[in-house]
């Protein structure tokens, strides 16, 4: 009996300890996530994709799941697993009838459509196309796909390659995208687009006839206000440009009769601060018209049915669903969801989103009632692990501007005590950080938090949520704005009492890491900085990035037209004054950011004696996407902020 006792004490003893834990970098890395949830047209299924860690192959492979709407069908947890392959399966669409799922997926050497029942069996390669598909759906009457692909290299580009090999003429040597036509039977595709644009988002007309889409000139980032629509006939082929003039016109969606077409447009440079607006034009041509004028964010198309055109949209740390009367202009909230997908007759809609210290779910309702039912079980993943809690902050920058934030603090929590603070900045800038629960990547949050630290995550001036004149805070003041309040963050936070003003660190990827750098070279307030993917010069980001426009966007000037604007931005600038250990990351082959950017804020800390470290990821962009070199950068990034300030080495 003494001894049953005392190993049931031990075994309570040890549950308390392991949930007393944060997970580990290679724990938080195995939490998978879910995605792209979809309704089927009347409302019966939900599918959604699931992305989880192959160590093995060192990807991040992603799967389809499937559940009755109601919860109920599908074995004893209402859910299961659609597809199995080791190749990932993406961008599930559901048949007209809701009786198949077509979804991409690479299972031989190029990404081709698969067709699949949602009661289970071996999936059906429908394409078997030259090139990758990029995008696919449905025709109304469920018996071809339109998709889009990318064109094969042509004879004359494989003659000159034979002749001279490999060589690029910028801006010169383009491949474009077009659209084809997929029996779903099988059998071969039948080009439908032929022209000089490259074809992006596309919508079948209700009737099956035509098929509107947008399309900017050529496949470049820095030529997306060339974006306009058109409409091509199914039967002929015939194109017609259906809008055309500055900015971007894209998401073309029809109304239930087909007479009209709503789009979004973005009046300004690609990459802009300024909000997109949605438009209806007739499906004939004519004047286009803007509703729900007095949105103040970016809206996303959802659907148009004959109760409304319903679209998405951030609300401060949150997003939510609203319904716009495209005869009156007008529109009303429906409810907090992400970006949803909707029945046929927009009677329910589907989405994956997270709560407030919860991870994202996917969930389903009625959208008359709108009670949302959880579909999924991520959260079952974190049963075993005691995890830091997430709460939304607010204080004033220098320039009277309120500022968000979320503060991630240890469950035990003791106002009384002080902690080091650790920054985390989000990127964008148009980015956002909400108080959900999200598996660490980049930075180690989690891990942070158990060794004593809290987390600020500000949602500094330009980010999304808070409407236009919030992201214009930023324009021909990057940089500096932005660490106006990452600073008073930190200032509000060591004014409350709780933080050690002598233990503050910073950290960011993108736009996150150009604050950084800015940070670096412009303050004595922090220990230690890491610098991810950052931007060190706006003039070497200029001329070497692969958007041009965002640059002219926010500093309203070119180099050339304004070079003190770019000198006053720029971290370099002010880098006789930096003195704070900095970590650079970066991916070798980055065209977003370049690495020069990398090299130069090294070389100038070098030539200073400031301590640094600068890491290349070999043959990565932009991000850092495979888990090996993911839990590099985590790894290092915990290893910097131990070394300067935790004091845990």
């Known amino acids: 009996m003494a001894l049953t006792l005392a190993l049931l004490l031990a075994q309570a003893l040890l549950s308390s300890t392991l949930l007393a834990q944060a997970p580990t970098i290679e724990q938080s890395m195995n939490i998978r996530s879910v995605a792209q949830a979809r309704i089927s047209p009347d409302g019966r299924w939900v599918a959604w994709t699931e992305t989880g860690t192959d160590w093995e192959q060192n990807a991040y492979?992603?799967?389809?799941?499937?559940?009755?709407?109601?919860?109920?069908?599908?074995?004893?947890?209402?859910?299961?697993?659609?597809t199995q392959n080791k190749k990932s399966s993406t961008a599930p669409a559901w048949s007209p009838d809701s009786k198949h799922l077509a979804f991409l997926s690479d299972r031989g050497n190029k990404t081709q459509i698969q067709l699949i029942s949602p009661e289970g069996g071996e999936a059906r390669e429908v394409s078997s196309h030259e090139t990758a598909v990029g995008s696919f759906d449905f025709s109304p009457d469920g018996k071809q796909f339109a998709f889009t692909a990318a064109d094969p290299e042509s004879k004359d580009k494989k003659a000159r390659k034979d002749k001279y090999g490999e060589f690029e003429i910028v801006e010169g040597d383009y491949t474009l995208s077009h659209l084809w036509l997929q029996p779903v039977a099988g059998?071969?595709?039948?080009?439908?687009?032929?022209?000089?644009?490259?074809?992006?988002?596309?919508?079948?007309?209700?009737?099956?006839?035509?098929?509107?889409?947008?399309?900017?000139?050529?496949?470049?980032l820095s030529h997306r206000e060339t974006v306009e629509l058109y409409v091509v006939s199914v039967a002929d082929k015939a194109v017609r440009k259906l809008v055309a003039g500055p900015g971007a016109e894209s998401n073309p969606t029809w109304s239930p009769d087909g007479t009209q077409i709503a789009y979004t447009w973005s009046a300004g440079e690609p990459n802009s601060?300024?909000?997109?607006h949605l438009m209806v034009v007739p499906a004939s041509g004519g004047k286009a018209r803007r509703i729900a004028e007095k949105f103040d964010e970016n809206p996303g198309i959802a659907a148009w049915c004959a109760s409304g055109l319903y679209f998405g949209g951030m609300e401060r740390t949150q997003s939510a669903i609203y319904r716009a009367n495209p005869a009156t202009g007008s529109f009303e909230r429906v409810g907090t969801a992400g970006a949803a997908s909707l029945t046929k007759d927009c009677s329910a809609a589907a989405w994956a989103q997270g709560r407030p210290n919860e991870i994202a779910e996917v969930w389903t309702t009625p959208l008359k009632s709108f009670a949302p039912v959880k579909l999924s079980d991520q959260a079952g993943q974190l049963k075993e692990f005691k995890l830091a809690t997430r709460e939304v902050v607010e204080w004033k920058s220098q320039d009277g501007s309120q500022i968000e934030g979320i503060l991630i603090k240890p469950r035990n929590f003791d106002p009384k005590?002080?902690?080091?603070?650790?920054?985390?900045?989000?990127?964008?800038?148009?980015?956002?950080d909400t108080p959900v629960w999200t598996p660490d990547r980049y930075y180690p949050i989690e891990r942070f938090v158990e060794k004593g630290a809290l987390v600020l995550r500000p949602n500094y001036r330009g980010s999304a949520g808070y409407g236009e004149k919030f992201r214009s805070l930023n324009v021909r003041n990057l940089g500096v704005g932005d660490a106006w309040d990452v600073i008073s963050g930190v200032d509000a936070l060591v004014a409350k009492g709780f933080i050690d003003k002598d233990r503050v660190g910073a950290m960011g990827w993108s736009q996150g890491g150009y604050i950084s750098a800015f940070l670096t070279c412009s303050s004595d307030r922090f220990k230690a900085i890491s610098v991810g993917a950052g931007i060190s010069d706006w003039m070497t980001y200029y001329v070497n990035t692969d958007i041009h426009p965002f640059t002219r966007s926010y500093l309203k000037a070119t180099p050339w037209e304004d070079p003190e604007i770019y000198r006053k931005t720029s971290p370099i600038t002010y880098v006789k004054n930096a003195k704070t250990p900095t970590l650079i990351q970066h991916g070798e082959l980055d065209k977003r950011v370049p690495?020069?950017?990398?090299?130069?804020?090294?070389?100038?800390?070098?030539?200073?004696?400031?301590?640094?470290?600068?890491?290349?990821?070999?043959g990565f962009g932009h991000g850092i996407d495979k888990p090996k070199q993911q839990r590099h950068v985590l790894e290092e990034n915990e290893a910097w902020f131990d070394k300067y300030l935790l004091g845990s080495r």
């Not at 690495?595 to 070999?618: G, H, I, M, S, W």
């Open 187 to 220: 059998g071969k595709a039948a080009r439908l687009t032929e022209g000089a644009f490259t074809v992006q988002g596309f919508e079948w007309s209700p009737d099956g006839k035509q098929i509107a889409f947008s399309a900017p000139t050529d496949p470049d």
């Open 61 to 82: 492979i992603t799967q389809i799941w499937v559940a009755r709407a109601d919860g109920t069908g599908i074995q004893q947890t209402g859910r299961r697993q659609l």
């Open 417 to 432: 005590k002080k902690y080091p603070l650790l920054v985390v900045i989000h990127g964008g800038p148009t980015g956002i």
């Open 273 to 276: 601060y300024l909000n997109t």
């Open 595 to 618: 690495p020069p950017n990398a090299y130069e804020l090294y070389q100038a800390l070098k030539d200073l004696k400031v301590e640094t470290r600068l890491v290349v990821y070999k």
